[in-house]
């Protein structure tokens, strides 16, 4: 049974940093493509970054901004946020996905397992 599970969400004013934690159980996380999509109210849900190996491909709209990372040891993914804008505010998900592609955008059809999510809001 897989389990994805986010933290570190929170609210933060703008210019502000957060990083989020999903931790994978049930899979090895490095054989999967690993990342993060976000929802923000009214909106479908996009990929933002994501990684697999040692490939990581971002979204335009977070690039220079937010860094995916994976520890594999402890079957865990990060993603540092800085700079932070308004328009990041949204429930961040963690995602597992077919290692077929490593750019965006990422279909979400492609995700095989989903996070629960955690709130990100930017003011």
């Known amino acids: 049974h897989v389990q994805l599970v986010e933290s570190g969400g929170g609210s933060v004013q703008a210019g502000g940093s957060l990083r989020l934690s999903c931790a994978v159980s049930?899979?090895?996380?490095?054989?999967?493509?690993m990342g993060w999509f976000r929802q923000a109210p009214g909106k479908e849900r996009e990929g933002v970054a994501g990684?697999?190996?040692?490939?990581?491909f971002y979204s335009d709209s977070v690039k220079g901004r937010f860094t995916i990372s994976q520890d594999s040891a402890k079957n865990m993914v990060f993603l540092q946020m800085n700079n932070l804008k308004p328009d990041d505010t949204g429930v961040y998900y963690c995602?597992?996905?077919?290692?077929?592609?490593?750019?965006?955008?990422?279909?979400?059809?492609?995700?095989?397992?989903w996070g629960l999510g955690t709130q990100v809001t930017v003011s």
């Open positions: 995602a597992a996905g077919r290692p077929s592609m490593t750019h965006m955008p990422w279909d979400p059809s492609a995700v095989n397992f």
């Open positions: 049930g899979a090895t996380a490095r054989n999967y493509l």
């Open positions: 990684t697999l190996g040692s490939t990581t």
